[in-house]
Each structure stands twice: as C-alpha cells, then as structure tokens.
C-alpha cells in the first residue's frame, strides 16, 4: 500500500513571501552593501519617509525592536518610577514589560471577550492619581476603540501609547492605528504583518517635541554626537533590514487584504460549528492572527487533534500577564482574560484555499465526534 504524506500547514511559512520578492530584496541588500551605510543609512531615512506617508502621520522613528519602541515611547512621555499605566492582561509580555522596564507600574483591566482587546468602559475604575498613560494593545490586528480611548484619556489628562506591534496597516474608523494616541509602537518581527528578517521596531507621532526625545533616545540620548543629555539606548533600525522593509511596504495592502479574505472564508465554513466561536469580521482589522475560541475545555484536545494531522496552530496567550510569576499577587482576577487564555486557538492565516478547507474539515470532524 502507498501512502500519500499529507503535506503539513505550517502556523507561519514566511518561504512564499521571500520566494516572491528575492531578487528585489537580494538588490536591496546589495545596494546597502556598496554603500556601506549599515547604521542610519539610506534606506533608514526613506523608508521612515516612506512609511510615514503610509501611515498619514507627520513622525515615523525605526527603532531596534517592538518592544524598543514601546520603552522609547513611555521614557519620551517621562513616564517614570511611581507612576501607572493602564493596559490589557491579554497581550505579549512586552506590552506590561515595558512599562515595568521604566519602573512605572502596569496596571491591567480585563479584556471583552469578543473583541479580545482591553474593554475601555473598565478604564475609568482603575484611574488614580498616579495614573499617567494608557497602553490600548490592538490584539491580533483587531483595533481597539480608540474613539472611546481617547475620550477618556482626553477627560483624565493621560498620555496614550498605541502597541500595535500585530496591527500595522490596521484602522480605526479610517485612520491608521498608532497615528491617533500619543505614540505609536509598531514590531517588524519577522512573523508580524510587515516583518522584516531580523528584529526592528517603528516609532509614529505627530508630536514635533515627542518625535525629538524618541530620536535622542534611540541614539545614546545625544541630538549631537558625543554630547549625551540622557540615558538613552542603542536603539536603530537596522540599514539592511530597512531596505528589506522598503521593498516589502508597497505589498502590505495587498498582504492585509489576503488575511481578510482568509478570515472571510475560516468565518463562513466554522460559523455553523458547534462549540467553536469565531471572531468578529470587524471593520479595520487586519488579522495579525485569525483566533477562534474552542468551548467546553477541549481546546487542548483539539489542538493536539490538528496536530496530528499536520496541521500547525498557537495559543497567543496561554497565561495572563497578571498571572505570571513576577507579577502574581499584584492584581485581582481579571476574569475574561483568564477564561480566555484558555478557550483560544489560532489557526495558520497565510495559507491557500485548499488548505482552508482541509482546516474547515477538520474542525468539522472534531465537531461531530463530541
Ligand atoms: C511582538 C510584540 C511586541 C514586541 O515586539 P518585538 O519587536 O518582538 O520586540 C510587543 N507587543 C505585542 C503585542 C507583540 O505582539
């Protein structure tokens, strides 16, 4: 008997993209190589240009990393020991580490669950007199409602730190997300939705006097070589990785639009399947990620079940930030989250329809044999 192997979906394959573009980011790299100019090249300076128009907003900083960005951010609010920020429990550590990392104190409100985002009417409740900034996470590229956000934080005299590390290209009633806070934190992971192949990290704002202290910061605190003002970072983008980004930003569009059709097509073959939630179509969204909740606990069980038949998915976020060690004890229970973390399961985004539909059969079976 012959066996034919099932090809495996892989959560991510990142070889289409490169395949498509080679010999344009291969030119790219080249170029960077004759010039030499690896650190603040070139291409630095343009694609900030470049991804400021994109953007609409009059500030676009590249920064080391996501994380980078957020830290940048907060330090150029003076956001400092003592004081709190307020973000969601249900993100990536980096979102509550940065605030951690300027020795300010996260302070979490719980999630809606349909949205999987900070639910803004819980904000309020948790303002106190320490309260500087909040840290809206547009999770999975799905944007938070920044109108209600920003009413708030507007009432409270708060600063507002966008994370939209899973979220670039993503919009809020028309406008990017990122351009309508303070700042804008954006990650090029190369698994993000504009990745880079390497760390890299984007700064907007439309604040001259914010744009300068996140560019002081980003170079050792300097505005002029060798005489430092502050304790700042080595904090760039990457030339190569810049110019790798350059020829990547026109697709992006096109990228987003493929993960909306892909989440179109996983919402109509699993809308009828018992014990499976799908999320929101939402207006904006980008799908970083496409996160369905498995009901009756066996979401474990069916990950596993995937598994075996090659079928690669996540779990972005096993556990609460609220609940891990360093931070235990802190916080009441934020009770969504918690039930959250539990229940979701991402599916591969960046696949083809013959795999969307193995994926669809799949569930369906598991489904059936409840
Ligand atoms: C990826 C990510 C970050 C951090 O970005 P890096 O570039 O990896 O430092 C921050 N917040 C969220 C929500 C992320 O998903």
């Known amino acids: 008997m012959t066996a034919t192997a099932t090809p495996q979906i892989p959560i991510l394959d990142l070889k289409p993209e490169i395949d498509e573009l080679r010999p344009e980011i291969m030119a790219a790299i080249g170029r960077v190589l004759d010039r030499t100019d690896f650190i603040m090249g070139e291409d630095v300076h343009l694609f900030e240009q470049e991804v400021a128009a994109y953007l609409g907003v009059k500030h676009a900083i590249g920064v080391n990393s996501g994380t980078d960005a957020l830290v940048i951010a907060l330090r150029a609010l003076g956001i400092s020991p003592g004081d709190e920020v307020i973000t969601t429990p249900f993100t990536f550590f980096a979102t509550a580490e940065s605030i951690s990392m300027v020795g300010a104190k996260p302070i979490f409100v719980d999630i809606d669950p349909a949205t999987f985002n900070l639910n803004p009417e819980l904000i309020e409740a948790a303002i106190t007199e320490r309260t500087r900034a909040i840290m809206p996470v547009h999770l999975y590229g799905n944007p938070v409602d920044m109108t209600r956000v920003m009413e708030i934080a507007n009432q409270h005299g708060l600063k ?44 907007a704002t439309n604040d001259d006097a914010l744009a300068d202290a996140a560019q002081m910061l980003r170079v050792h605190g300097s505005r002029k070589k060798y005489h430092n003002e502050v304790v700042g970072y080595n904090s760039r983008l990457d030339t190569i990785q810049a110019a790798i980004l350059r020829v990547k930003l026109p697709h992006i569009e096109r990228w987003n639009t493929q993960r909306r059709e892909v989440a179109r097509q996983y919402n109509e073959g699993l809308k009828t399947i018992d014990g499976i939630v799908i999320p929101k179509l939402t207006e904006g969204h980008v799908f970083h990620q496409y996160t369905i909740r498995v009901q009756n606990g066996r979401r474990d069980e069916l990950q596993q079940r995937l598994a075996k038949q090659g079928i690669g998915t996540m779990i972005y976020y096993p556990i609460p930030q609220d609940e891990l060690p360093i931070y235990r004890g802190q916080y009441r229970l934020f009770e969504e989250s918690k039930l959250t973390s539990k229940a979701v399961l991402s599916l591969p985004i960046t ?11 799949s ?3 598991f489904s059936v044999q409840i």
Request: proline content about 2%; glycine content about 14%.
């Open 363 to 365: 569930l369906e079976n």
């Open 160 to 203: 507002v730190v966008e994370d939209c590390a899973q979220s670039f290209g993503a919009r809020w009633r028309e406008q990017q997300t990122g351009t309508i806070g303070d700042f804008g934190a954006y990650s090029f992971f190369p698994s993000k939705n504009l990745g880079a192949y390497g760390d890299g990290g984007l700064l």
């Open 351 to 361: 696949v083809k329809k013959d795999d969307i539909n193995r994926i669809i059969s």
